[in-house]
């Protein structure tokens, strides 16, 4: 009797945000006899400025069978750096994908990392899948996912309403599978087994902020000056301590880092400067934090299923829904950031809302992944 091929799966992972994004889609991968995971690193994981995160997926015990140094020798802080770095990615996809000769390539999410599995993918006849499209934010982020979904043929967005765009866009709704985002897996998984019950971070019982504010690389002549208003209204905070997050490695990192490290010279408050933390460790972080400050999608996604208050700042996710009741928008200037700050911190927690799935995502994603029979590798628009 003949045994069933193995279908093999190729999941690329460039960041810590997306690799919550794909981490228990692999965890499931790797537990099934009917698939071969091949997980594939590269990006921000490998530099130590972002905290070399790829040690956290080697403590998580998934196997890793490629890690690709993506970033390149040129470190210029600007878009044209962002375009090299893709094309880098891309050539070292490609050798990838040549040597683990997978079914399915899976591309995570809204960056030019995925934007380049997803091409090659689709150029090298590999059957594509991308985990939460349809969704609509600010920043080069909006058209990469968009483009990422048009190159796809499997989506697992995360809400009804970016499946109805996804189905919209042109795409077969056999092939849209509205599952949940996997990050809340981890989120429902913490909360079941404990880990987030009492609260880490010190000093003691003082009540702090967190404050995470990400470049916005269509923005990128503006972002010295906002990053400077962001910082400006968090200086003026008193009461709470701020724990400010560094950026992640899109254009206009570089002038977001220098105004978080300013702070550092002649400060007369105190803050705490995080490099990494890992999720468990995040997700803590954020269920006692007084207030989420910044343009993460953390503030959307995640903030929702503690009840933290949001002060959303910018762009960077405008449009970004559904969204829990305690997220406040305000604009790049310092007097409005300050006064949503303190408006949010004086209401507390609002209503908890499981506003992205359950927690079996990645389960639901691994199921389709390693069952479904595959489309025609030639895509073509729905009408």
């Known amino acids: 009797m003949t045994m069933k091929k193995k279908r093999k799966v190729m999941v690329v992972t460039s960041s810590r945000a997306d690799w919550s994004r794909c981490r228990t889609v692999c965890e499931e991968l790797e537990k099934r006899e009917d698939t071969e995971l091949q997980l594939v690193v590269c990006g921000a994981h490998l530099s130590d400025l972002y905290g070399i995160t790829v040690k956290d997926i080697e403590e998580s015990q998934i196997p890793i069978v490629a890690r690709l140094d ?5 470190r210029e ?17 490609e050798q990838q994908i040549s040597k683990f000769k997978p079914d399915v390539v899976v591309a ?35 058209s990469i996912r968009h483009a990422t979904t048009k190159l796809s043929h499997l989506h697992f967005p995360a809400t009804i309403e970016a499946e109805n765009r996804i189905v919209r866009m042109g795409e077969d709704p056999a092939f849209v599978f509205n599952v949940g985002c996997p990050a809340s897996d981890l989120i429902v998984r913490e909360q079941s087994i404990g880990v987030l019950d009492e609260r880490f971070i010190e ?17 990128y002549s503006e972002m010295k000056e906002k990053a400077e208003a962001v910082f ?53 972080m954020l269920k006692y934090a007084e207030c989420l400050i910044g343009n993460s999608s953390a503030g959307i996604r995640e903030a929702c299923y503690f009840g933290t208050p949001v002060v959303n700042i910018g762009t960077r996710q405008r449009g970004r829904y559904p969204r829990g009741e305690g997220v406040v928008d305000v604009e790049e200037e310092a007097g409005a950031i300050y006064k949503g700050i303190r408006d949010q911190i004086q209401h507390g927690k609002y209503k908890e809302g499981r506003l992205y799935g359950g927690g079996d995502a990645g389960k639901q994603i691994a ?11 030639q895509k073509q628009l729905m009408e």
Do not use: C
């Open 70 to 74: 993506t970033l390149g020798s040129r």
């Open 77 to 93: 802080d600007d878009s044209a750096s962002m375009a090299v770095q893709y094309t880098i990615t891309s050539s070292r996809i």
């Open 108 to 142: 995570v999410t809204d960056r030019f990392e995925a934007l380049a599995t997803a091409t090659v993918g689709a150029l090298m006849n590999v059957h594509v899948a991308h985990i939460q499209g349809g969704e609509i934010s600010g920043t080069i982020d909006e």
């Open 203 to 219: 000093p003691g019982d003082e009540p702090y902020v967190l404050v995470l504010y990400h470049p916005v690389t269509t923005e």
């Open 232 to 284: 400006e209204a968090v200086s003026l905070l008193d009461g709470v301590l701020p724990i400010i997050l560094m950026p992640n490695h899109d254009a206009g990192h570089d002038l977001v880092r220098s105004t978080i490290l300013g702070l550092t010279y002649g400060a007369n408050f105190q803050m705490v400067l995080g490099w990494h933390f890992t999720h468990d460790k995040f997700s803590n």
């Open 367 to 377: 199921e389709i992944l390693a069952t479904i029979e595959l489309p025609p590798i």
